[in-house]
Antibody, heavy 122, light 106 residues
Framework: EVQLVESGGGLVQPGGSLRLSCAASGFTFTNYWMHWVRQAPGKGLVWVSR????????SYADSVKGRFTISRDNAKNTLYLQMNSLRAEDTAVYYC???????????????WGQGTTVTVSS | EIVMTQSPATLSVSPGERATLSCRAS??????LAWYQQKPGQAPRLLIY???TRATGGPARFSGSGSGTEFTLTISSLQSEDFAVYYC????????FGQGTRVEIK
């Protein structure tokens, strides 16, 4: 079964750090670009970051650039999101998602994890 | 950034009826558009990609159409499990999502 399982969320104070993980199984992880997408309470979906299958290319939304770092360990089939200098507005459920390259283009997402909740509050 | 605008915000439909959801892009995204379904407390689930291709396992009652800036998701006969929030997303540029349409029971 194709599966993504996030972990690492929790309560953190403003200015703090957190590292999220996303464990992949049931597919060849090394063949896929991967994304992080977040959803603030009661709000819609917002793309956060993406990483190439071999980890050689990364991109970020402007709202997190310079604070968040996406990475992956293909030997462990795991995706990461290191979040530093956290702000209240980073409070959200964070999802990892697989990119199947629909039509050869980046950005579509066909498999999603169940999400992990990050709360930034004092 | 391409802005995706969905309408209506909420759609009240009786079971068995047809539902039509709209999504507009602020500039052309060709056919690089996906639709997702999200139920409370769950992750989004891919329904449609390429504007009109049903995802694997997607029920045939879901269909997508459109290209350029105007897109439609149609649910031909609503079932109880279809009451949820639906998001469109373009992937022609940096990915952006619409704000969602909630389909509720009338």
């Amino acid at each position: 079964e194709v599966q993504l399982v996030e972990s690492g969320g929790g309560l953190v104070q403003p200015g703090g750090s957190l590292r999220l993980s996303c464990a992949a199984s049931g597919f060849t992880f090394t063949n896929y670009w991967m994304h992080w997408v977040r959803q603030a309470p009661g709000k819609g979906l917002v793309w956060v970051s993406r990483i190439k299958s071999d980890g050689s290319s990364t991109s970020y939304a402007d709202s997190v650039k310079g604070r968040f770092t996406i990475s992956r360990d293909n030997a462990k089939n795991t995706l990461y999101l290191q979040m530093n200098s956290l702000r209240a507005e980073d409070t959200a459920v964070y999802y990892c998602a697989r990119d199947p390259l629909f039509g050869g283009l980046l950005g579509g997402m066909d498999v999603w994890g169940q999400g992990t909740t990050v709360t930034v509050s004092s | 950034e391409i802005v995706m605008t969905q309408s209506p915000a909420t759609l009240s439909v009786s079971p068995g009826e047809r539902a039509t959801l709209s999504c507009r892009a602020s500039q052309s995204v060709s056919s690089n558009l996906a639709w997702y379904q999200q139920k409370p407390g769950q992750a989004p689930r891919l329904l449609i990609y390429g504007a009109s291709t049903r995802a694997t396992g997607g029920p045939a009652r879901f269909s997508g159409s459109g290209s350029g800036t105007e897109f439609t998701l149609t649910i031909s006969s609503l079932q109880s499990e279809d009451f949820a929030v639906y998001y469109c997303q373009q992937y022609n540029y940096w990915p952006t999502f619409g704000q969602g349409t909630r389909v509720e029971i009338k």
